[in-house]
């Protein structure tokens, strides 16, 4: 069983930042790729970033330069820092891993979601 746990969501002022944790847990071989995606009411879900294990980003063009993607290998942990917030930022932000499990070769790799985390931009 592998989980991901999101964690830092919360009400902030436009301008203010936040930091969010994703950390995954289980039975683990190693995470591939891992990202993080969001979803504002009535919208569809959309990339906010991605990191792969050796560190190469990519961001959603519209977010790069207020977010930043990082990654702590040991802790199994994708974090996503956020400044300058703005309202239009709100949205449930979700994680995501490709994770590799079994007990032997060869590994399967099963993509993961988080159960998501609120942030909420507001005066």
């Known amino acids: 069983q592998v989980q991901l746990v999101e964690s830092g969501g919360g009400l902030v002022q436009p301008g203010g930042s936040l930091r969010l944790s994703c950390a995954a847990s289980g039975s683990i071989v190693s995470l591939n790729a891992m990202g993080w995606y969001r979803q504002a009411p009535g919208k569809q879900r959309d990339l906010v970033a991605t990191?792969?294990?050796?560190?190469?980003?990519n961001y959603a063009d519209s977010l790069k330069g207020r977010f930043t993607i990082s990654r702590d290998n040991a802790k199994n942990t994708v974090y996503l820092q956020m400044n300058s917030l703005k309202p239009e930022d709100t949205a449930v932000y979700y994680c995501?891993?490709?994770?590799?499990?079994?007990?032997?070769?060869?590994?399967?790799?099963?993509?993961?979601w988080g159960q998501g985390t609120l942030v909420t931009v507001s005066s």
């Open positions: 990191i792969t294990r050796g560190g190469s980003t």
């Open positions: 995501n891993a490709g994770v590799v499990v079994g007990t032997s070769f060869p590994y399967r790799t099963l993509e993961r």
